[in-house]
């Protein structure tokens, strides 16, 4: 079992920057693809960056794609998340997940297996 904590969110106005981290337990997560998400009350869940095990791949929602960027250090057992030029519309509860790298689809939140609780970002317009 892998047990995910996300941290590192807060407030920020637009323009600013935070950084996300993901520590990881129980298990390593050199051999996981690792995924952010993220979620706002009464919208679906939605796909925000991947990284494939190795960290030779990474991916990203078209909304985010130039402006987020999603790496890894396998070392610490830790996965992060830089958010520059952040918008209002990404305030939300941003979640980490695990996932096998030979089933998980990027993108496909239901392909993971482990989820962090969640941590919240709120962008002031």
């Known amino acids: 079992q892998v047990q995910l904590v996300e941290s590192g969110g807060g407030f920020v106005q637009a323009g600013g920057s935070l950084r996300l981290s993901c520590a990881a337990s129980?298990?390593?997560?050199?051999?996981?693809?690792m995924g952010w998400f993220r979620q706002v009350p009464g919208k679906e869940r939605e796909f925000v960056a991947a990284i494939s095990w190795s960290g030779g791949g990474t991916y990203y929602a078209d909304s985010v794609k130039g402006r987020f960027t999603i790496s890894r250090d396998n070392a610490k057992n830790t996965v992060y998340l830089q958010m520059n030029s952040l918008k209002p519309e990404g305030t939300a509860v941003y979640y980490c997940?695990?996932?096998?790298?030979?089933?998980?689809?990027?993108?496909?939140?239901?392909?993971?297996?482990?989820w962090g609780q969640g941590t919240q970002v709120t962008v002031s317009s």
């Open positions: 129980g298990r390593t997560i050199s051999r996981y693809a």
């Open positions: 997940a695990a996932g096998d790298p030979t089933i998980a689809r990027v993108g496909a939140g239901g392909d993971y297996d482990y």
